[in-house]
């Protein structure tokens, strides 16, 4: 018996309507594929979508009214399952970790190959995470600690268990030292991030990738 081709049900949230007519045409055009619903806003979407769900949504971040980092937190309590790829202009740090935070899987910038959009959304569909390449780049270096910092390797250790919760006594018994050592530290750590409390300097070291 053959086994029927699964199609894929593309959902598209767009205010340009020349790129969502686009992308319609593109995705409704190519076998295997098949566009279920275009929203030119998050709020219309949100209405909506749960009488037709998709298995991808391809959504814009910057769109009129409710912006697509809040749609996509929104769309997700909804429907957990869903597959979102962003599909933007924008790449700054910001948006992008704000975007796969509230649960997109995948980050596509507008420049991206027709071929590869499509890829894209097969490859969400299968539990990938495509992105453009660059933005691959950026989330990788995300994870990279900066060597650039005005912490010790010792005081470096203190703060990842401060970052941990773990009390003074604590911290002392992981690292072998007593804890008036781990006062001395801290305090050090506190001058040196310019910070009045655990919490700041916790903030701090997270943000400038310490620790």
């Not at 912490?151 to 002392?172: D, F, H, M, N, P």
Request: proline share 4%.
């Amino acid at each position: 018996m053959e086994r029927k081709t699964e199609i894929i049900n593309v959902s598209l949230v767009e205010d340009d309507k020349l790129i969502r007519d686009s992308l319609a045409n593109l995705i409704t055009d190519t076998p295997g594929f098949f566009v279920s619903s275009t929203f030119g806003d998050c709020e219309s979407m949100l209405k909506e979508i749960e009488k037709n769900v998709p298995d991808v949504m391809l959504m814009d971040i910057e769109l009129p009214g409710m912006w697509g980092t809040e749609g996509i937190a929104k769309v997700k309590k909804k429907i957990p399952a869903l597959d979102i790829i962003v599909f933007t202009v924008h790449e700054n740090n910001e948006l992008v970790f704000k975007a796969l935070c509230a649960g997109a899987c995948g980050y596509l910038t507008k420049n991206t190959p027709p071929d590869r959009i499509l890829e894209s959304i097969r490859e969400a569909r299968t539990g990938g995470a495509p992105m453009s390449t660059h933005i691959a780049r950026m989330v990788v270096g995300s994870f990279k600690i900066n060597t650039n910092t005005p912490l010790t390797a010792r005081e470096t250790e203190v703060l990842e268990q401060l970052s941990k919760g773990q009390s003074y006594k604590t911290i002392a018994d992981i690292l072998f030292i007593d804890k008036e050592t781990v006062r001395s530290h801290i305090k050090n750590i506190y001058s040196k991030l310019e910070v009045h409390s655990r919490a700041a300097a916790v903030e701090k070291a997270l943000k400038e990738k310490f620790i």
